[in-house]
């Protein structure tokens, strides 16, 4: 084969594998496997649910019909009519916006699938699905979160497809709520202890959000939620929102009823770890890893300020259970208690000006942070081996809590405050008796080779 020759068929192989999949013009074209490769390949950089130019979303069919804020996407059976021709068409097509412009035979390929009656052949979207049967542990499973219900009748924690329901002094297994996503992040209780907010998801896949009825250990809602992970799920005061925050660096409010969306806050820029109502259930803040705690009010889904200066990671945060403050953890090993309130006063100084109180750095990253009932005392864990105690007003520390074989995830207080429980890596749930700090009680979080009906 001569050099010309072969220089002529590298050009011409390069050149079909740059413009990606196209339809033979004899053959139907595919939404899925010839026109959603090239909107991912050219648009979807700026058209997905987090920049959304033009409020227009590509990554999904029903979105991309629906269109943005001049028209529907497209018309089916009319190519001329229909928005996305128009801007990818013509000697200097508006979209894409940056980068090269489409090659004709790509335009030609989503032309012919208009003209075809634009069809969806997507397949059915992952998304949560219930095993069959409850999972049987060879070994205990790391915990990711842990909680008291609020009448202190139960202690819920995460585990593998599941929240297992103790009895509050860990005596006993009273119940396995099975659901869709293979990992918990986080789980609430209603004021009431009527139900049970529980947030996680597939990493990179979805996110999802489960409400249990705990009386009758039935899950009632289940709400697929983007495109990642769920984090730091938070019922308002009177039960009828539930907020949380994503991998996907939003955070968002639900109507706990239907599943519809009162607020999508997009001002973070790294995943959002934590959210907390106020006192009033009128504004909600959330925490994220890029630093920051911002105020948002539900309403009017105004972004109302960040309440501090940005000094460490927000890892885990808890609002005080009576007051509008809130103790957050860092990567720094750092543990601050803020205002919850707009931080207008600071100056170009960068006053930290809703800073209540700064405690001990911690030897590694701060992964769990607890209010006591009565708002007096914060309990601090994370990758340390000590869970410590301090008094919120001043900072001293009360009691330190030892034995944790790895990093701590989660802390809890029994609603009377006479114990905490603690669970991490390494699976093994302990209870402390406070104030002195002794272990009462330590079992393994997941039960092990039990195979035992869900519901129990």
């Known amino acids: 084969m001569s050099s010309t020759l072969?220089?002529?068929?590298?050009?011409?192989?390069?050149?079909?594998?740059?413009?990606?999949?196209?339809?033979?013009?004899?053959?139907?074209v595919s939404y899925y496997k010839d026109v959603y490769p090239i909107l991912k390949k050219h648009c979807t950089g700026c058209h997905h649910p987090d920049k959304a130019k033009g409020k227009l979303d590509l990554t999904t069919f029903t979105a991309f019909k629906k269109g943005g804020k001049k028209d529907a996407g497209f018309v089916p059976?009319?190519?001329?009519?229909?928005?996305?021709?128009?801007?990818?068409?013509?000697k200097e097509p508006e979209m894409p916006e940056d980068g090269d412009a489409l090659k004709p035979e790509q335009v030609a390929v989503i032309e012919r699938w208009?003209?075809?009656?634009?069809?969806?052949?997507?397949?059915?979207?992952?998304?949560?699905?219930?095993?069959?049967?409850?999972?049987?542990?060879?070994?205990?499973?790391?915990?990711?979160?842990?909680?008291?219900?609020?009448?202190?009748?139960?202690?819920?924690?995460?585990?593998?497809?599941?929240?297992?329901?103790?009895?509050?002094?860990?005596?006993?297994?009273?119940?396995?709520?099975?659901?869709?996503?293979?990992?918990?992040?986080?789980?609430t209780f209603s004021d009431d202890s009527k139900f049970l907010a529980v947030a996680g998801g597939s990493p990179a896949q979805w996110g999802e959000v489960q409400v249990w009825n705990l009386a009758e250990k039935k899950q009632v809602k289940s709400f697929r939620v983007g495109n990642d992970s769920l984090y730091g799920v938070s019922f308002s005061p009177n039960h009828e929102l539930v907020a949380f925050g994503s991998a996907d660096k939003t955070a968002r409010v639900l109507k706990v009823e239907d599943g519809s969306e009162v607020l999508l806050f997009g001002n973070h820029s790294d995943w959002v770890f934590g959210t907390t109502f106020t006192v009033d259930g009128k504004r909600v803040l959330t925490g994220s890893r890029d630093m920051a705690m911002k105020l948002s009010e539900i309403e009017t889904k105004r972004f109302i300020d960040d309440i501090n200066n940005p000094l460490d990671t927000v890892n885990d945060m808890a609002r005080h259970p009576k007051q509008d403050m809130v103790v957050y953890?860092?990567?720094?090993?750092?543990?601050?208690?803020?205002?919850?309130?707009?931080?207008?006063?600071?100056?170009?100084?960068?006053?930290?000006?809703?800073?209540?109180?700064?405690?001990?750095?911690?030897?590694?990253?701060?992964?769990?942070?607890?209010?006591?009932?009565?708002?007096?005392?914060?309990?601090?864990?994370?990758?340390?081996?000590?869970?410590?105690?301090?008094?919120?007003?001043?900072?001293?520390?009360?009691?330190?809590?030892?034995g944790h074989g790895s990093a701590v995830y989660a802390?809890?207080?029994?609603?009377?405050?006479?114990?905490?429980?603690?669970?991490?890596?390494?699976?093994?749930?302990?209870?402390f008796e406070l104030p002195a700090g002794n272990l009462i009680k330590q079992f393994p979080a997941a039960p092990v080779s039990d195979a035992t009906t869900a519901g129990k």
């Open 6 to 28: 072969l220089r002529a068929l590298v050009v011409m192989v390069v050149g079909a594998l740059l413009a990606g999949p196209t339809a033979a013009a004899d053959q139907p």
């Open 411 to 431: 802390a809890a207080y029994r609603p009377d405050g006479k114990a905490l429980a603690t669970a991490g890596f390494d699976g093994i749930v302990r209870i």
């Open 77 to 90: 059976g009319d190519p001329g009519k229909s928005l996305v021709v128009k801007m990818i068409s013509g």
């Open 329 to 402: 953890g860092g990567k720094a090993g750092t543990v601050r208690i803020y205002k919850i309130s707009d931080n207008q006063a600071r100056t170009a100084a960068r006053n930290d000006t809703n800073l209540v109180r700064l405690f001990e750095r911690q030897p590694g990253a701060v992964l769990a942070v607890a209010y006591s009932p009565e708002g007096d005392t914060i309990a601090v864990g994370g990758e340390f081996s000590d869970v410590k105690v301090y008094k919120s007003a001043d900072g001293a520390k009360v009691a330190t809590l030892s």
């Open 114 to 187: 208009i003209k075809a009656g634009a069809v969806d052949d997507s397949p059915a979207p992952l998304g949560p699905k219930v095993p069959t049967a409850l999972p049987v542990y060879k070994s205990s499973a790391p915990v990711t979160d842990l909680k008291f219900s609020p009448d202190g009748s139960m202690l819920a924690l995460t585990g593998y497809h599941e929240v297992l329901l103790y009895k509050p002094d860990g005596s006993e297994l009273i119940g396995r709520l099975l659901g869709g996503s293979p990992r918990l992040e986080a789980l």
